[in-house]
Nanobody
């Protein structure tokens, strides 16, 4: 059974870089045909898809966040990471990592797309 677990600081100061790690257990992050995504949910709002890493380190980011986002993976640790730079209080959200078989560009904001997801981690941007 594949499981995902997010980890990282719960509090980040404005203008700093938010860094989160998703650790995958029970399966390999190098398995073909799966998209590994980051999604977030700001308080009182719907899901916002951030981006994914796929196959041989191909990445794709939401156009609204592309300039500030980087997703990478460490196959030796079976992890993938999110870096979001120049954060503001508007980046405060619960952040999730998730896996899908279908491309999240279709509708990454729907939980029905994903077969596995982490429990989420709260990140607050505040001075």
């Amino acid at each position: 059974q594949v499981r995902l677990q997010e980890s990282g600081p719960g509090l980040v100061k404005p203008s700093q870089t938010l860094s989160l790690t998703c650790t995958v257990s029970g399966g390999s992050i190098t398995t073909n045909y799966f998209y590994w995504s980051w999604i977030r949910q700001p308080p009182g709002k719907g899901l916002e898809w951030i981006g994914y890493i796929y196959d041989s380190d191909s990445t794709y980011y939401s156009p609204s966040l592309k300039s500030r986002t980087s997703i990478s993976r460490d196959t030796s640790k079976n992890q993938f990471t999110l870096q979001l730079s120049s954060v503001t209080p508007e980046d405060t959200a619960v952040y999730y990592c998730a896996r899908s078989f279908h491309n999240p560009r279709v509708d990454g904001r729907s939980w029905s797309l994903y077969d596995v997801r982490g429990q989420g981690t709260q990140v607050t941007v505040s001075s």
